[in-house]
């Protein structure tokens, strides 16, 4: 399977950048990277679509946003070599080791996660993860009931078990974020963990002591009523995946819902944001 990699560069790259990632995502691209000047996103060969591309690239220009890109096409195989050869362990929190199968396992840390890279977000290496693992080491998680939303990897449901969830249900809608889901949750010994594909629909009905969406400042806001209904009272939320900018109309939003803001951490202009549940 090949990838087309769409390579961005934008000015003013805080004011412009996640409003392109949801672009991007809402025509099929299905991971990004930052870099210095922008960030990179990647969808399926198979489903690029260069005419809504251009599109949507105009359609930011128009908005004042300086725009440079450059499209080539990264085939599977190479793409696997280059995450193991510069994939490298990362510590959170000075307590929580993830690595890859292919690096040497390390005791010395309370919790040890498995995550094999593949084309699905979340490894624990983008500041939007990160802090929502390290929001996660302050949270009593013991026989709670846990929400993963765009669970990638499913790296935070399964430190959500490590911490003493009850139990976990992953969500993505993306079928490679799913399979690679069950996949480290199997890795990691906790098969038990639910992963599910589609998005908010799936939440009809169902309860949860905490709720974590790392998603996107657009996904949020839209599902915020669902997260709301599907929140046990006294229940926390924990939202990442959008820009420290942006938190005034989540925390505006939550409040329509009686979701109080408690706090928020914020790494190279990333948010991740605890709320709780009247």
Known sequence: MNYTELNLQLN????????????LG?????????????FKA???TANFNNDAVLEIIEGIKELNCEVTYS?????????????????????????????AEFHEANSSYSHEIIVQPRMAFGTGHHPTTSQVMEAMLDIDFKNKSLLDMGCGTGILAILGMQLGASS???????PNSVDNSIENAQRNGYPQIEVALGSSELLEGK???IILANINRNIILNDLDKYAASLNAGGLLITSGYYTSDLSVIKNKAAEYHIDYLQ??????????TFKKQ
């Not at 976990?168 to 993306?174: F, L, R, T, V, W």
């Open 207 to 209: 309860s949860y002591d």
């Open 42 to 44: 990647y969808i399926q």
């Open 264 to 273: 928020h951490t914020s790494q190279n202009d990333w948010c991740c944001a």
């Open 12 to 23: 003013p790259l805080e004011l412009f950048g996640e409003m392109l990632t949801y672009q």
């Open 71 to 99: 499209i080539q096409d990264i085939p599977w195989q190479n793409w696997n070599a280059e995450w193991e050869k510069n994939y490298q362990p990362e510590i959170i929190g000075n307590k929580i080791y993830v690595r």
């Open 168 to 174: 976990a249900y992953a969500i993505d809608y993306d």
């Open 26 to 38: 809402e025509v099929g691209f299905e991971m990004f990277e930052d870099t210095p000047q922008g």
